[in-house]
């Protein structure tokens, strides 16, 4: 079973995942825009995000 198999049906672990992708293009935004410690933030904020919802499927 692949990983697309596996997942395609959990919709919390898609929109995270569509959200964080999102995320991660709008802190490249604000880092060419020289907003540096703006975008680590928001993108150790994305990472803890993520940390979440992974322990909350256990």
């Not at 692949?2 to 959200?19: A, P, S, W």
């Not at 999102?22 to 993108?43: C, F, G, H, P, S």
Request: net charge positive.
């Amino acid at each position: 079973m692949t990983f697309n198999e596996r997942y395609k049906n959990n919709v919390l672990l898609l929109k995270t995942f569509e959200i964080s992708l999102k995320i991660m293009d709008y802190t490249e935004i604000l880092q060419e825009n020289r907003k540096y410690v703006l975008a680590n933030q928001i993108l150790i904020r994305n990472i803890n995000w993520g940390q979440f919802k992974r322990s909350s499927e256990c």
